[in-house]
């Protein structure tokens, strides 16, 4: 069902970004510092390995010029043309405060945010690469970082600290803070006889095309949904049960039929795409409807990684003293209806990237292995 892209990398994939457009390139960072630019086929335009060998964890293109693309290792991140990978066009070193698990842009490319293993979110200027706002309150890894679409100064971000932060970036400081283990218990989830206990560390976040609803993928196996409503509050949120291991990947998608789609991927293996308009967290008018799987992501300092997600499992009803301000909104645990589209990949996911790939609307997964996997959405 999917095909394969190969002779890319020679180490394990960690992250995938797709250039917008017709004609857009995609690219893909690996273990010991490789970057790879491909054609929409699947053939390699480019290759390099930077200097410091160090681990490749988040590749995005500039949304104003696909002419920069944007990649994080160590604690730095670089810029290149992807079309002539022979060297950074800008460096941006010392960006993060300790390595980088993830970049984001915003809509018009002046601001980078970086997310890093310090808890800390920084936003660069660009050009330049200037760091002008430092945004603290994670109390563990910060994971994931997306910029809010048509929000300008609404920044989230996610960690291993279970917490989800709403950042407005004008007072640097967050608009709200939800507690994902506390959203479980609000919920009356309860551990099943034999099961694991995997609290909900959050390890990739995603935003809507109109800006309003939030997906968060964690490692309790479930898609975790946030609606904001006006003054930028949080009005509700809820959960899909999507994955039997942690959930690693969740993104909305914007070329499909309307902006609540999402695609999720696990360490169970599964690659999901889910229907969530009628969910009551998005559609609050609606019936149930579930949203999908989601992966950790591999990353450079695995090792260092896992000892962070253990001792937050010790320490899961730790709190961060912000976090619960405030947050009375109501809770919706769905029944869930199933997605739309279930492909068994096999593999524990690292990365998965929606993109339109010669006019067919696809999913790039990135897994363990060297090679990348397109599965064809189409059937929809």
Not at 104 to 123: F, H, K, Q
Not at 128 to 154: D, E, Q, Y
Not at 327 to 353: R, Y
Request: some cysteine; glycine content about 10%.
């Amino acid at each position: 069902m999917g095909s394969l892209w190969s002779e890319g990398h020679s180490s394990s994939i960690l992250c995938v970004g797709a250039s917008p457009g017709p004609e857009g390139l995609i690219a893909s960072g690996a273990e010991g510092g490789e970057v790879t630019v491909w054609t929409q086929e699947g053939a390699v335009v480019g290759r390099l390995a930077l200097p410091g060998q160090e681990d490749v964890t988040s590749a995005a293109f500039s949304p104003a010029a696909s002419s920069h693309l944007y990649v994080s290792h160590g604690d730095g991140v670089s810029v290149f043309d992807p079309r002539n990978l022979k060297g950074p066009v800008e460096d941006f070193r010392g960006a993060g405060e300790e390595e980088i698990n993830a970049v984001a842009l915003n809509e018009t490319g002046s601001n980078v945010a970086v997310a890093d293993d310090s808890g800390a979110v920084r936003i660069l200027e660009i050009p330049g690469g200037k760091v002008c706002r430092s945004l603290r309150r994670h109390t563990n890894i910060c994971s994931s970082v997306a910029f809010r679409p048509h929000r300008p100064n609404n920044l989230v971000s996610v960690g291993l600290d279970m917490q989800v932060i709403l950042w407005g970036l004008q007072k640097t400081r967050p608009l709200w803070t939800l507690n994902l283990q506390d959203a479980a218990e609000e919920a009356g989830d309860q551990q099943r006889p034999g099961q694991l206990f995997n609290p909900p560390l959050a390890h990739c976040i995603s935003v809507s095309g109109c800006g309003n609803v939030l997906g968060c993928a964690a490692e309790d196996g479930r898609v975790h949904l946030m609606r904001i409503g006006g003054g930028s509050k949080l009005e509700q949120h809820g959960a899909v049960k999507a994955h039997t291991q942690g959930a690693s990947q969740a993104h909305f998608i914007s070329f499909l039929s309307h902006p609540h789609w999402m695609v999720t991927g696990g360490n169970d293996g599964l690659v999901a795409l889910w229907d969530l308009s009628k969910h009551p967290v998005v559609n609050p008018e609606g019936k149930t409807q579930t949203t999908a799987p989601q992966r950790r992501k591999g990353k450079s300092s695995r090792r260092r990684r896992e000892q962070a997600q253990e001792k937050s499992k010790q320490k899961s009803d730790e709190e961060d003293e912000a976090a619960a301000k405030d947050q009375e909104s109501p809770m919706e645990e769905e029944t869930t209806s199933g997605p739309k589209l279930s492909i068994s990949h096999g593999d524990k996911v690292n990365w998965l990237c929606p993109a339109v790939l010669k006019g067919e609307p696809s999913v790039i997964v990135a897994d363990q292995s060297t090679n990348l996997t397109v599965y064809p959405l189409s059937q929809l």
